[in-house]
Each structure stands twice: as C-alpha cells, then as structure tokens.
Nanobody
Framework: QVQLVESGGDLVQPGGSLKLSCAASGSISSINAMGWYRQAPGKQRDMVATFTTVGSTNYADSVKGRFVISRDNAKNTVYLQMNNLKPEDTAVYYC?????????????WGQGTQVTVSS
C-alpha cells in the first residue's frame, strides 16, 4: 500500500507561482512512477507532469516551460513548481503513484489540493 498526501494549493493571481508537494508513505520502494494530474470542474483528469518508469520526465504541452516536477528521495516527496500561472490552470491537483508487479498494476491517488488562479 502507498499513501499520498498533497499540500500547497492556494488562491494565486495570474502570473504568480505555487509549489505543490506530495509526500509518499507506505511501500515506497515499490513505486515505479509518480506524477501530478489535475481535474477542472466538468472536465476529465489530465496528466500534468510525471516521472516515468525509467526516471525521465513528461509534461503536458500546456505546462511546458512553466511547470517543473522534482523529487527529494530522502523525504519521499515529489514537488510541482508552477510558474506564470494562468486562469486555465485552475483545478484540483492530484498526486499519482504507480506500482508495477508481474501481471498486476496498482495505481494510487492522493486526496487532491485546490489551485485557483484568479485576480
């Protein structure tokens, strides 16, 4: 089992910055990939930024050049630095972790943290 707890969401003005954190606990060593997704009201949940199973990073086109995903392995924490925020970045941001076992794929989600970009 893996538990994920996000923090850092807030109300911010357009052009501002926020840094989200996702603290992982439980079977940390079993995690193969982690990342951030977001879901705006009435829309599907979309990938924002992830560390892939081979350790590379992947970003949605809409956030490239503005968002940076990073991690601190000593703290079992993944971060999302968000710069130059736009109103369309408003959403609930979810942390995601994937565990791959022979013939089985587990997916874990945090509870989400609200990011609102508005003047």
């Amino acid at each position: 089992q893996v538990q994920l707890v996000e923090s850092g969401g807030d109300l911010v003005q357009p052009g501002g910055s926020l840094k989200l954190s996702c603290a992982a606990s439980g079977s940390i060593s079993s995690i193969n990939a982690m990342g951030w997704y977001r879901q705006a009201p009435g829309k599907q949940r979309d990938m924002v930024a992830t560390f892939t199973t081979v350790g590379s990073t992947n970003y949605a086109d809409s956030v490239k050049g503005r968002f940076v995903i990073s991690r601190d392995n000593a703290k079992n924490t993944v971060y999302l630095q968000m710069n130059n925020l736009k109103p369309e970045d408003t959403a609930v941001y979810y942390c995601n972790a994937i565990v791959l076992l022979p013939r089985v794929r587990y997916e874990y989600w945090g509870q989400g943290t609200q990011v609102t970009v508005s003047s």
